[in-house]
């Protein structure tokens, strides 16, 4: 699978753990940044990585910042995008199987690297349910659109 993922330098570590872990997976990762520890904007990292997989030219994205917070409101703020922050590995598949969610995103500083990469594992396994929750993600996009 092809996966995006982006991080702002609060994030750098665990996303470059992530990204050798999807890559020994054989996934083919496409990176949005950051490459340095210094300081940036997760807003500008986020944009572009979520731009992407709302248009459908990635299928799901990671984005990973200091709590995940920030990284996802900025991403959430794109039509399309259902970002959800996870720090369990249930959350992880009921977010992608019961709301959507096309981007993942994970708090450097909240977890640790070894129940990231299960939470990595977990969302990228799961796949939407439809029936009950098709109605309530399709309500989600009409209030994105002004219809509710």
């Given at each position: 699978?092809?996966?995006?993922?982006?991080?702002?330098?609060?994030?750098?570590?665990?996303?470059?753990?992530?990204?050798?872990?999807?890559?020994?997976?054989?996934?083919?990762?496409?990176?949005?940044?950051?490459?340095?520890?210094a300081?940036?904007?997760?807003?500008?990292?986020?944009?572009?990585?979520?731009?992407?997989?709302?248009?459908?030219?990635?299928?799901?994205g990671?984005?990973?910042?200091?709590?995940?917070?920030?990284?996802?409101?900025?991403?959430?703020?794109?039509?399309?995008?259902?970002?959800?922050?996870?720090?369990?590995?249930?959350?992880?598949?009921?977010?992608?199987?019961?709301?959507?969610?096309?981007?993942?995103?994970?708090?450097?500083?909240?977890?640790?690297?070894?129940?990231?990469?299960?939470?990595?594992?977990?969302?990228?396994?799961?796949?939407f349910?439809?029936?009950?929750?098709?109605?309530?993600?399709?309500?989600?996009?009409?209030?994105?659109?002004?219809e509710?």
């Open positions: 699978m092809k996966i995006a993922i982006g991080s702002d330098h609060g994030g750098l570590d665990l996303k470059t753990a992530i990204v050798n872990h999807l890559q020994a997976q054989g996934h083919e990762v496409v990176d949005y940044g950051t490459d340095s520890s300081s940036c904007d997760y807003p500008l990292i986020a944009l572009p990585l979520a731009k992407d997989v709302a248009a459908g030219k990635l299928p799901l990671i984005l990973i910042c200091g709590t995940g917070i920030g990284i996802g409101i900025a991403a959430n703020k794109v039509p399309g995008v259902r970002a959800a922050l996870c720090h369990d590995t249930f959350s992880a598949h009921a977010a992608r199987e019961h709301n959507n969610a096309n981007i993942l995103t994970l708090g450097q500083r909240v977890i640790g690297q070894g129940l990231a990469l299960e939470i990595v594992d977990r969302f990228l396994s799961a796949t349910e439809g029936g009950r929750h098709e109605r309530r993600v399709d309500e989600i996009a009409a209030i994105e659109r002004g509710l």
